[in-house]
């Protein structure tokens, strides 16, 4: 899916260029992460910092209420998410987070996620979150 609001969002996502995080929009309203955990994401010697799952949780969720609303010319703001850590992340995991909207209304879109760990075949986190939805005009997009 190419969309000019979907393009921005990967041209100024630097926090998730700096985390290593990619995705894939498999169509809008359904996305899927991956990242790679590396030393730089360790609290422990072995473990991802918890804060590196909910950034990546967070981009999970948004991502698919951005993929959704921007049919719309809407972007969105996170307004709060609850997350669920279930693993720890272990450094060299292969993580892969997927999202679905739960529901989409014309303010407020509902969504919940998963994040796995590829190689151990373990859920490291589940979460859901909701979304604002606001028109991209308020922060320069122009149709």
Known sequence: MTHPIIEKYIEFNNFGRELGLHFEIIE?????????VTEKHLA?????HGGVTAAMMDAVLGVAALSL???????VSTVEFKINY???ALLGDELSGESIIEQKGNRIIIVSGAIKSLNR???VAKAIGTFNAYPA???GFTK
Request: net charge positive.
């Open 69 to 75: 609303s921007c049919l719309d010319f809407k972007i």
């Open 28 to 36: 809008p309203g359904l996305v899927k992460h991956t990242m790679t």
């Open 137 to 139: 005009e308020k922060i």
């Open 44 to 48: 422990t010697p072995f473990t991802a």
């Open 121 to 123: 075949d373990k859920v």
């Open 86 to 88: 279930l693993n720890p």
